[in-house]
């Protein structure tokens, strides 16, 4: 038995593919090699993959013994490798034969795809569809299946059109194109399949603008120096990035949008003032500060088929952020606390800065403090850095403690000098300025060069920071002075004064400079404050009222310290006792300390006033006083005053009688 398969030409092949049919030819020979005509030939195969015709798969062998049967593949997407087998029986012998051959799917076949209904160069406008249709056959056959199918366009690329696929059905693919605002007038859209590509146009129309939004800018706090003011972490700039968005809130891409400033006060730019929105609708400019604060907003605006939309960004506000000596002060919460005989007693010292125009200062600046007793701010930080212009600090009594218990607290921190603003530009202006760089061609920069007193607006020069320590003389025994050495000599008081124990701050030179460099710019400013670190052990001084209302400590020529005449006797009337409360320093007792008269015989003390020690590091303490009742009769008495501490120590000790 011979097996052959063979196309319709009759040339061998080993392959049939979709609606391709060949032929199985046989012959068929007996022992003797002789033809043997008119025998049944049977064939036999995986009918998931072929198909004989006639359907019973069976033939008769002529008169040459040959028999011939027709075979295709089942389906056009029939596909694998497949053994017919053939059995026959030749001079009354069985035969078998066979042949393997390779059934291929058919290739699928794009036809002619086009718009239904025809477009006939109708504009799609923005957010219109249109139904593309694509026919797709196998072996001549519609297909059911289009694997490999391939559908896109220009505009789609860019994202500003869709083409969504539908059902494959009767070998019609159908895909839904939506112009989501493409600005190419015209898309083009490529279909591929296996080795076909076809291609058909479309008209579209750009979107409208539906709205121009403000995203948001590079700054956490809105927030730019003037120009020449920048460092430290200040920047002179700021990104604003707005959004584009059509009638469907979806991002315009390709967009033309102009920027504008609501004001250009100081010489405020915005660059570019013209940008192209991305692919998301995003665009961005860059506000630049000038030389005068003010608010400021960016007007974003676009016009689109002959819609013009704005967009508002949020208020930047324009400031130095540079402190200026001016503008610093330093408080605080108490100035006598109960540090003298105890530890860990607190004071809480904030400082507040500002800048020249008394805006507070940027975020995070970094203020230095350094004390002369106790301890002072925190072991991580040995400072504080500013929210909202200020900061606060823990001042804690410990040792070492000043014999005479007032404990200066110095702050610094780098800003700029005073100076008289004399032509209103916002900047300290200099005629012939000390450039950093001299091969710099860059104009002249005020926190980067120099400028000296005949060449610039006037300016009060800055000498060095010093911890102005002060006396370290005991005092005790309340001498009855209020005063210390350096309250006596004006001409060293806040004068730095290295014979009194001062110390500069920070190391920054050879030499402490009183006067400064004499020339303006970015300097050490500073403040001090004086704390107390208060004792417990009141010493209570009766003072005498002068005629003019002031105020004296008492002496033996006023009479005993502890009679109060004419509270008593003939002729008696009310009285007013005044004194003031030390401790053991001549300072003030802690504040928050009661004042109370008690212990009252025959005559009746009203409230002490005032009745609380206040936050004060006054040397010579606290000066109060008390209205005395006389006893109805005149009859002599007496009372007492009594101090309280926070800690909640009391001693009474200052015994008053009528006489």
């Not at 584009?244 to 100081?266: E, H, R």
């Not at 013209?274 to 961005?284: E, L």
């Not at 002060?329 to 860990?344: H, R, T, V, W």
């Not at 010579?620 to 909640?648: A, D, L």
């Amino acid at each position: 038995m011979t097996v052959q398969l063979v196309d319709a030409a009759g040339v061998p092949i080993s392959t049939l593919s979709g609606g391709q049919a060949g032929q199985v030819k046989v012959t068929l020979l007996d022992a003797k090699g002789n033809v043997a005509p008119n025998e049944v030939v049977k064939f036999t195969t995986d009918d998931t993959l072929l198909q004989f015709t006639p359907v019973s798969s069976t033939a008769l062998t002529d008169a040459s013994g040959v028999a011939v049967i027709t075979v295709k593949p089942a389906s056009v997407t029939a596909a694998g490798a497949v053994n017919i087998a053939v059995v026959a029986t030749a001079g009354g012998k069985a035969v078998n034969g066979g042949i393997n051959l390779a059934v291929g799917a058919a290739p699928l076949t794009l036809g002619t795809i086009k718009f239904v209904p025809e477009r006939n160069g109708e504009i799609l406008p923005a957010f219109g569809t249109a139904l593309l249709q694509i026919p797709i056959t196998t072996g001549n056959v519609a297909a059911t299946t289009a694997p490999g199918l391939t559908i896109n366009s220009l505009c789609s690329n860019d994202g500003t059109a869709t083409l969504v696929p539908g059902a494959l059905d009767k070998g019609v693919q159908s895909v839904t194109y939506t112009n989501r605002g493409c600005l190419r007038e015209t898309d083009t859209i490529t279909v591929s399949l296996g080795n076909f590509n076809q291609t058909v146009k479309i008209n579209v129309g750009k979107a409208n603008i539906g709205t121009i939004q403000f995203v948001g800018s590079d700054l956490a706090n809105n927030a730019i120096v003037l120009r020449g003011s920048g460092g430290l972490g200040r920047k002179e700039s700021s990104i604003l990035t707005f959004r584009v968005l059509d009638q469907n809130s979806i991002g315009l891409p390709g967009v033309d949008v102009t920027f504008t400033a609501t004001t250009t006060t100081g010489g405020l730019i915005v660059q570019p003032a013209k940008a192209t929105s991305d692919a998301t609708g995003n665009v961005t400019t860059t506000v630049a500060s000038g030389t005068i604060p003010t608010p400021v907003r960016v007007v974003a605006q676009a016009t689109r088929n002959g819609t013009t939309i704005s967009g508002l960004s949020d208020s930047l506000i324009i400031s130095t952020g540079l402190p200026i000596q001016k503008s610093m002060s330093l408080s605080a919460d108490s100035y006598n606390i109960d540090g003298l005989g105890y530890d860990s007693a607190i004071a809480k010292v904030t400082v507040l800065m500002a800048d020249q125009y008394g805006n507070p200062i940027s975020d995070n600046t970094a203020v230095s403090f350094v004390t002369e007793g106790g301890a002072i701010a925190t072991p991580d930080e040995g400072g504080c850095k500013t929210k909202g212009g200020g900061c606060t600090v823990d001042l804690k009594s410990q040792a070492f403690r000043p014999v005479n218990g007032r404990v200066t607290v110095l702050a610094y921190v780098q800003g700029i000098e005073d100076f008289v603003d004399e032509n209103g530009d916002g900047v300290y202006s200099c005629k012939q300025p000390i450039l950093a760089n001299k091969d710099d061609p860059t104009p002249y920069r005020p926190l980067v060069d120099s400028c000296t007193p005949t060449t610039g607006e006037r300016f009060s020069d800055q000498g060095d920071p010093f911890l102005n320590t002060g006396n370290h003389a005991i005092i005790r025994g309340n001498p009855g002075g209020n005063t210390l050495q350096r309250d006596k000599d004006p001409a060293k008081d806040r004068k730095y004064t290295s014979s009194l124990g001062d110390l500069p701050f920070p190391y920054n030179r050879t030499a402490y400079s009183v006067d400064g460099n004499q020339q303006w710019g970015l300097n050490y400013i500073w403040r001090e404050t004086e704390i107390v670190f208060s004792g417990d052990e009141p010493t209570f001084i009766r003072q005498f009222a002068n005629t003019d209302g002031t105020l004296r400590d008492w002496t033996a020529a006023d009479g005993p310290v502890n009679i109060i005449a004419g509270l008593s006797g003939e002729n008696c009337t009310n009285q007013v006792v005044y004194f003031r409360i030390v401790d053991v320093n001549n300072n003030p007792l802690p504040s928050g300390t009661t004042v109370t008269a008690g212990d009252a015989d025959k005559v009746q003390p009203q409230s002490v006033s005032p009745n609380v020690i206040p936050a004060t590091n006054r040397l010579g303490g606290t000066q109060h006083w008390v209205n005395i009742k006389k006893e109805t009769n005149c009859v002599g008495g007496e009372f007492s005053i009594k101090t309280t501490t926070p800690r909640g120590k009391s001693v009474s000790s200052f015994l008053f009688k009528s006489g």
